[in-house]
């Protein structure tokens, strides 16, 4: 079935430093493509998402393009921030059964250091 | 809006013991789902409803019961817990993507983390 494989992590960083969390997907058609991002004593929250080919999905200076080729969806930003320290899932949606549904890799945990 | 809301935030259960996680969302959204957390799994999809009185089993179903009387509300009951359900339970809720649309967020609620002994 569709499914979605993650970096593990854990990430440390130091602030400003340059990110990379990759994930690479696998589907029988075409999914949408998300990050959702989880801090501490949260729900998830959408970060950015992609419902195409080539489409670049960003926002809060994180950014992912939606790679057909490689079929991955790394997610990444050039200068991080300590509020960044949080855990990242990547996921895609496919629909089933006449309904959506939205699958999520297994999340990697950054924390990002002063 | 207060959005996706859920009660208890912690939950201690002996084994065999039965409760009821409640959810409840104030969008008006017909999807509704629950997820489990764990560490090293990421989030598995228990149950789902597409709308009042729909549901279905998702990934890891077994020991849990739901219903959808209302629009608003999608409790996730356990019947008799066992050890094995410790986990973070969150439950989200989406508006039913128009068509072939497929750029539908969910919006999820704080969790509800529970520990059985």
């Known amino acids: 079935g569709d499914s979605v494989t993650q970096m593990e992590g854990p990430v440390t960083l130091s602030e400003e430093a340059f990110l990379t969390i990759n994930c690479t997907y696998t589907?029988?058609?075409?999914?949408?493509l998300f990050w959702y991002v989880q801090y501490p004593g949260e729900g998830l929250q959408l970060l950015l998402k992609?419902?195409?080919?080539?489409d670049k999905g960003s926002n809060k200076g994180f950014e992912a393009t939606y790679r057909k080729e490689t079929t991955s969806f790394h997610l990444e930003k050039g200068s991080v921030q300590v509020s960044d320290s949080a855990v990242y899932f990547c996921?895609?949606?496919?629909?089933?059964?006449?309904?959506?549904?939205?699958?999520f890799g297994k999340g990697t945990k950054l924390t990002v250091n002063p | 809006n207060a959005g996706v809301t859920q009660t208890p935030k912690f939950q201690v259960l002996k084994t065999g013991q039965s409760m009821t996680l409640q959810c409840a969302q104030d969008?008006?959204?017909?999807?509704m789902s629950w997820y489990r957390q764990d560490p090293g799994m990421g989030l598995r999809l228990i149950h789902y409803?597409?709308?009042?009185?729909?549901?279905d089993q998702g990934e890891v179903p077994n020991g849990y019961n739901v219903s959808r009387s209302t629009t608003e509300d999608f409790p996730l009951r356990l019947l008799s817990a066992a050890p094995s359900q410790t986990s973070v339970y969150f439950c989200?809720?989406?508006?039913?993507?128009?068509?072939?649309?497929?750029?539908?967020?969910?919006?999820f609620g704080p969790g509800t983390r529970l520990t059985v002994t």
């Open positions: 989200a809720s989406t508006s039913r993507p128009p068509g072939a649309g497929r750029s539908y967020e969910q919006y």
């Open positions: 589907a029988t058609g075409y999914p949408s």
């Open positions: 992609a419902t195409k080919a080539d």
């Open positions: 996921a895609l949606s496919f629909f089933q059964g006449g309904s959506e549904k939205l699958v």
């Open positions: 969008m008006n959204h017909e999807y």
């Open positions: 409803s597409v709308g009042a009185g729909i549901t």
